[in-house]
Nanobody, 125 residues
Framework: VQLQASGGGLVQAGESLVLSCAAS????????IGWFRQAPGKEREFVAG????????KYAHSVAGRFTVSRDYAKDTVYLQMNSLKPEDTAVYYC???????????????????WGPGTLVTVSS
């Protein structure tokens, strides 16, 4: 599965943004998808993930209650709805898929082997 993230931009604190992760490959619907971000000078960190069935999600503590991940099988796309954005959410955001289909949502970066190009989100104060 190949991934392409888009939708980043410059917003003010408190505003919302929706990121999209478009997938290609007929096996998309069998893969969990993770969202990660990397701020300047920091390590890449897990943000959110969605199960291949779409029936379960997982969030980092820092974004829980503000971000929502969803997937549209008809469009082969995973979304990350980001509300109440904060300056500390500023980062390059990536979507990624693990090496194997099915399974559980993993929050480490190591299991993810397919990374799309990132999209920059900048939140001004």
């Amino acid at each position: 599965v190949q991934l392409q993230a888009s939708g980043g931009g410059l917003v003010q604190a408190g505003e919302s943004l929706v990121l999209s992760c478009a997938a290609s490959g007929r096996t998309f619907r069998t893969y969990n998808i993770g969202w990660f971000r990397q701020a300047p000078g920091k390590e890449r960190e897990f943000v959110a993930g969605i199960l291949w069935t779409g029936r379960a999600t997982k969030y980092a503590h820092s974004v829980a209650g503000r971000f929502t991940v969803s997937r549209d099988y008809a469009k082969d796309t995973v979304y990350l709805q980001m509300n109440s954005l904060k300056p500390e959410d500023t980062a390059v955001y990536y979507c990624a898929a693990p090496a194997n289909p099915y399974g559980t949502i993993l929050s480490g970066t190591v299991p993810y082997v397919e990374w799309g190009p990132g999209t920059l989100v900048t939140v001004s104060s």
